[in-house]
């Protein structure tokens, strides 16, 4: 199966090197593109400098918009198997196979990397692991499925998936509301085990004062995606 790593990235100028240099290394079987989402540090000459392979976006599509870009890319280009892993280099190549696995194998449509079924690693802060948490609860209470990591930005999708996500895909913080649109339209959704690695330079797209932001908007989302559903049947 051909496999294509999309790797969106926003004014990661000190970390896009190391991902793309580490992937190649462990991972030389697989393709990959960074998706530039009109960084304003210099991210986009050091992908031209290095040669790498990436997509410049001409407008600022946040990372939902810069995620669905390449969800596209993989489909015009007939790629079995999508992976998603963040510009920031908290996401270690070597558990990428373990991802893939479960999509392979004809399991799952979507596999998640989870650094909570095993606890190990980089954990996040306490504050943004008691929002994951609720998160998590609310998308049981909303779908019947439990996950544990419902914003981690490393998972794979299938040929199918990647389709939809190609035509729907939420556009802010999109990887909890993924789940739960994957889930009601029938999708097989869920995780494995990985270690994460603590983002090593630049700043997270979700700061501190946007957190209480960040869960109402994202619950509210949620809650609106299901009765979408609902009223469709699924």
């Not at 449509?109 to 609860?137: A, N, P, W, Y």
């Not at 994957?182 to 700043?203: K, T």
Request: net charge negative; glycine share 8%.
């Amino acid at each position: 199966m051909n496999v294509l790593v999309i790797i969106p990235c926003y004014n990661e100028a000190e970390n896009i090197c190391r991902v793309v240099e580490r992937l190649k290394s462990v991972c030389p079987d697989v393709d990959y593109l960074v998706v530039n989402d009109c960084s304003t540090d210099h991210s986009a000459a050091i992908l031209s400098k290095n040669g790498y392979n990436y997509l410049d976006l001409p407008l600022n599509l946040g990372i939902g918009g810069g995620v669905q870009s390449g969800y596209l890319y993989a489909v015009a280009n007939n790629y079995d198997i999508t992976v998603q892993i963040d510009g920031d280099g908290q996401h270690d190549p070597h558990y990428l196979h373990d991802v893939i696995r479960p999509i392979a194998e004809g399991k799952l449509d979507m596999c998640i990397g989870s650094r909570f079924i095993k606890k190990e690693g980089f954990q996040t802060s306490f504050m943004r692991r008691v929002g994951i948490r609720f998160l998590s609860g609310l998308i049981h209470l909303l779908t019947g499925e439990k996950i544990l990591d419902v914003t981690s930005g490393y998972r794979a999708c299938g040929r199918e998936m990647t389709e939809w996500f190609a035509q729907h895909y939420a556009q802010d913080y999109p990887e909890p509301e993924a789940i739960v649109s994957a889930i009601c339209n029938g999708y097989r959704v869920g995780e494995v085990p990985v270690v994460m690695e603590e983002r090593q330079a630049g700043v997270s797209s979700i700061r501190a004062f946007k957190s209480i932001y960040y869960m109402i908007k994202v619950s509210l989302a949620l809650v609106i995606h299901r009765l979408g559903a609902t009223q469709k049947g699924k």
